[in-house]
């Protein structure tokens, strides 16, 4: 972080993060992506991500997230070179800054449903209860409550599971069904 960052930082107040967690309340997306990998375990990984999309006039907002949040990235939005997106995808970035900044700052909201899933998944990786078939396929369930404003999922839950599934044997040691 430079010395203009600290800076920066240093001026960050509490009615600045209040109106951030607003900000985020009308412009902000908790996503979770199943994505299909052969290499992983069971096929899929699960990947929680955090964004705030603006026009590219409003990136002053993104760089105060950014201030506040000590991290994440701020790129175009890929097809409309006229928003920009800031993004966290790393894991323990959600759980250290994302999940307490906006438990303490986002008082009221439309999106709590949608928040408390997120958490439960981001918890879930963390314990890592993913670890088992079953685990999985509990964690991929929880996923698909999300419903979000987004594009809608390319596979159906069932089509997910029944893969996840597919190789499961029930001699096969260390597995669960």
């Known amino acids: 972080?430079?010395?203009?960052?600290?800076?920066?930082?240093?001026?960050?107040?509490?009615?600045?993060?209040?109106?951030?967690?607003?900000?985020?309340?009308?412009?902000?997306?908790?996503?979770?992506?199943?994505?299909?990998?052969?290499?992983?375990?069971?096929?899929?990984?699960?990947?929680?991500?955090?964004f705030i999309y603006q026009h590219k006039r409003g990136r002053r907002m993104l760089e105060l997230a950014q201030g506040i949040f000590g991290t994440g990235r701020i790129y175009p939005k890929p097809g409309n070179e006229d928003v920009l997106v800031f993004a966290i995808d790393n894991r323990?970035?959600?759980?250290?800054?994302?999940?307490?900044?906006?438990?303490?700052?986002?008082?009221?909201?439309?999106?709590?449903?949608?928040?408390?899933?997120?958490?439960?998944?981001?918890?879930?990786?963390e314990n890592k209860e993913h670890t088992t078939r079953e685990g999985f396929i509990k964690l991929i369930e929880l996923v698909y409550q999300l419903k979000g404003k987004g594009k809608p999922r390319k596979r159906t839950l069932e089509e997910v599971v029944d893969e996840i599934l597919r190789d499961c044997t029930p001699d096969s040691p260390g597995e669960e069904r």
Do not use: N
């Open 1 to 50: 972080m430079t010395a203009v960052d600290q800076q920066e930082r240093s001026f960050i107040t509490e009615p600045h993060k209040f109106f951030l967690a607003g900000f985020i309340e009308g412009e902000g997306s908790f996503c979770v992506s199943i994505k299909k990998l052969p290499t992983a375990r069971f096929g899929y990984v699960v990947d929680p991500e955090f």
């Open 92 to 125: 323990r970035s959600i759980r250290e800054r994302v999940i307490p900044f906006l438990d303490k700052y986002l008082i009221e909201s439309g999106k709590r449903e949608e928040w408390e899933l997120f958490k439960k998944v981001v918890s879930s990786l």
